[in-house]
């Protein structure tokens, strides 16, 4: 009898583990035209008939640090991968389509990184700066492109994911798993006269044909003859974490700044560093704490900064799971000379009006915003506080269900806190 239930129990434990494996949500497969894992070879697992050669690169380790997983670009004109699609990634202008990869950039200047004749009307995904120390990613279709410093950012010298989808006249940035940005198709009439490349930007006039080479590296790309839903690029992204953040508020106390913070859900969360600024700009590690690890109830975080300067001071979360995949929190900003606003909102969740309250010790201007949980602002307005508590009533019954962050900004800092719309 004993040997009958050990039986049992191991076909049901490797039953379990087979279900555990399988229920793994993996990249959609439907209209992949070409896949180019750049694991130590150029090998297309797409259905579509296209080749690639890598000239003058070499392969390196992935973000998960497995050795020939990503192809290295060396960051000059010479150093590419040339790909002969036979017309199958030459997309018209009436076809719908996604472009999706993983790149690691730590250069210092305007890059190409995949590019099939953007030049002539055809699409490309590229990065530069346009404010000094910050890199955005931007998607240019039928001569004219999408994309910009405040929403399409990433962070350099990192892995990052990008995903540029076209779907009927609108063309959208991903990045990390996250929507970004979205613009109208430009009207320029497509035509391919050259090879697509990655590793630089691409056109037929030149000698050799390239400008604004790529010095990092690329893994996964994949080319789609549909438009991929939101959901779909979320699994293609590993970068995304499955952490919920709530509220995250600063409050002067006797001991310093103290930094409260919610999470609403938690899955495989390792840790928060807490990150200081005195320009908003420039971070430091200024301590850690433990996380919950996994939660699907609210969990409340406090760090007091002890050694906060008397000026205006930055904080930002740096979210860490057990991968050692990370994002950062939204940026609150106190000025550390003067008392802090606080806010209350209610109904929470809310379906038509949410109504805020503001106490405020004098007269200031103050702006508001609603920001979505992809970081995308919805909503700006601003208002004069009086003296004493100030009401304010926010329509929101055109937002689509989902969680949202009130940022009210003042002369004495910036303050968050989460909402649900029903």
């Not at 004993?2 to 990249?27: H, T």
């Not at 006039?205 to 979320?234: H, M, Q, W």
């Amino acid at each position: 009898m004993k040997l009958k239930q050990l039986l049992l129990f191991i076909v049901i434990l490797l039953a379990s583990c087979f279900l555990s494996f399988s229920i793994f949500a993996q990249p959609t497969t439907a209209g992949m035209l070409a896949h180019f894992r750049f694991n130590g070879n150029t090998t297309n697992s797409g259905t579509a008939t296209v080749s690639a050669t890598t000239v003058s690169t070499s392969y390196t380790t992935d973000p998960q640090g497995n050795a020939n997983s990503a192809v290295q670009f060396a960051g000059n004109l010479n150093s590419y991968v040339d790909f002969v699609d036979n017309g199958n990634l030459d997309f018209t202008g009436t076809n719908n389509f996604t472009v999706a990869f993983s790149f690691f950039f730590n250069g210092s200047s305007t890059s190409g990184l995949v590019d099939n004749c953007l030049n002539y009307g055809g699409w490309g995904v590229w990065l530069w700066s346009t404010v000094a120390g910050t890199w955005n990613l931007q998607f240019n279709y039928k001569n004219n492109s999408v994309g910009s410093a405040a929403a399409t950012n990433f962070i350099p010298n990192r892995w990052n994911h990008v995903t540029a989808v076209r779907n009927n006249g609108t063309i959208s940035l991903y990045v990390n798993g996250a929507f970004r940005l979205s613009a109208a198709e430009g009207t320029t009439t497509p035509t391919y006269p050259i090879n697509m490349q990655a590793g630089a930007m691409c056109y037929g006039s030149f000698t050799p044909p390239r400008y604004n080479p790529f010095g990092g590296k690329i893994e996964e790309l994949r080319v789609y003859n549909r438009a991929l839903s939101g959901a779909e690029i979320a699994i293609l992204a590993p970068w995304s974490l499955p952490l919920q953040l709530g509220d995250f508020t600063a409050l002067k106390k006797p001991t310093g700044i103290q930094l409260n913070w919610k999470t609403i859900s938690e899955q495989n969360t390792s840790h928060f560093e807490v990150e200081r600024s005195l320009d908003g700009s420039n971070y430091t590690t200024i301590g850690s704490v433990t996380a919950a690890g996994n939660s699907s109830s609210d969990q409340y975080y406090i760090y007091t900064d002890m050694q906060a300067p008397a000026k205006t001071v930055f904080y930002r979360l740096k979210m860490v799971d057990l991968d050692r995949k990370f994002t950062y929190s939204p940026v609150i900003a106190v000025k550390n000379n003067s008392s802090l606003l606080t806010l209350d909102l209610f109904p929470n969740p809310a379906s038509d009006v949410l109504q805020v309250q503001i106490p405020s010790e004098r007269k200031e201007a103050t702006k508001i915003n609603i920001i979505d949980a992809t970081g995308k602002q919805i909503h700006v307005q601003s208002i004069q506080l009086n003296e004493g508590t100030n009401a304010i009533s926010i329509p929101v019954n055109h937002l689509l269900k989902g969680t949202y962050y009130l940022v009210v900004e003042s002369e004495d800092g910036r303050q968050s806190r989460s909402f649900i719309k029903m």
